[in-house]
């Protein structure tokens, strides 16, 4: 069982960054698939970013690709989202995710997620 805990959002004008972390309980978090997704009020939940178990492969929505990076620390039980060149539009919450297993294909796929954290709030003003 892995428990996860956002940490890391607030508020930050445009052009800026943040470091989201998320951390993970349990034993088995080096064998978890990691992703961040967002949902801003009345949309959809959308992917953003994941990571593999190892770290080797990372993958990005279009809309954050060059100014995100994905990245986690085993040792730690730790995933992080660092975001820069921060837009009105990246305004949102910020959810971490975890599962064992997910076809890369997949991976932008919120129901694909069996773990969910509660959500960090990003606001980014203009």
């Known amino acids: 069982q892995v428990q996860l805990v956002e940490s890391g959002g607030g508020l930050v004008q445009a052009g800026g960054s943040l470091r989201l972390s998320c951390a993970a309980s349990?034993?088995?978090?080096?064998?978890?698939?990691m992703g961040w997704f967002r949902q801003a009020p009345g949309k959809e939940r959308e992917f953003v970013a994941a990571?593999?178990?190892?770290?080797?492969?990372?993958y990005y929505a279009d809309s954050v690709k060059g100014r995100f990076t994905v990245s986690r620390d085993n040792a730690k039980n730790t995933v992080y989202l660092q975001m820069n060149s921060l837009k009105p539009e990246d305004t949102a919450v910020y959810y971490c995710?975890?599962?064992?297993?997910?076809?890369?294909?997949?991976?932008?796929?919120?129901?694909?997620?069996?773990?969910w954290g509660q959500g960090t709030q990003v606001t980014v003003s203009s």
């Open positions: 349990g034993r088995t978090f080096s064998g978890y698939v």
């Open positions: 990571i593999s178990w190892s770290g080797t492969r990372t």
């Open positions: 995710a975890a599962d064992q297993w997910i076809p890369d294909a997949e991976l932008h796929r919120p129901l694909r997620y069996g773990k």
